[in-house]
Nanobody, 122 residues
């Protein structure tokens, strides 16, 4: 089992930045690939970014490529999502997830955090 807790969400103006954190406890953090997903009201959960176990490979949705950066610190059992140049359409609840592969589908992840709200005002 892995317990995940997100933090760092909030309200920011368009063009601003936020850094989300995902703290993990339980089994060895470095055994899992990590992903970030988001869900806006009335929409399905969508892939944002993923990172391999070692951090050597990263993947991004086209909508965030060049603006968001996923990284991890295995010594601190924490994954991060640095979000720059935020847009109103980035408004959503952001979830981190742990799984066996850095995939872009929610079903590939076994463990999920409770989510953190990100609101970008225009």
């Amino acid at each position: 089992q892995v317990h995940l807790v997100e933090s760092g969400g909030g309200l920011v103006q368009a063009g601003g930045s936020l850094r989300l954190s995902c703290a993990a406890s339980g089994r060895t953090f470095s055994s899992y690939a990590m992903g970030w997903f988001r869900q806006a009201p009335g929409k399905e959960r969508e892939f944002v970014a993923a990172i391999s176990r070692t951090g050597g490979s990263t993947y991004y949705a086209d909508s965030v490529k060049g603006r968001f950066t996923i990284f991890r610190d295995n010594a601190r059992n924490t994954a991060y999502l640095q979000m720059n140049s935020l847009k109103p359409e980035d408004t959503a609840v952001y979830y981190c997830a742990a799984g066996n592969s850095a995939a872009n589908t929610p079903v590939s992840y076994s463990f999920w955090g409770q989510g953190t709200q990100v609101t970008v005002s225009s």
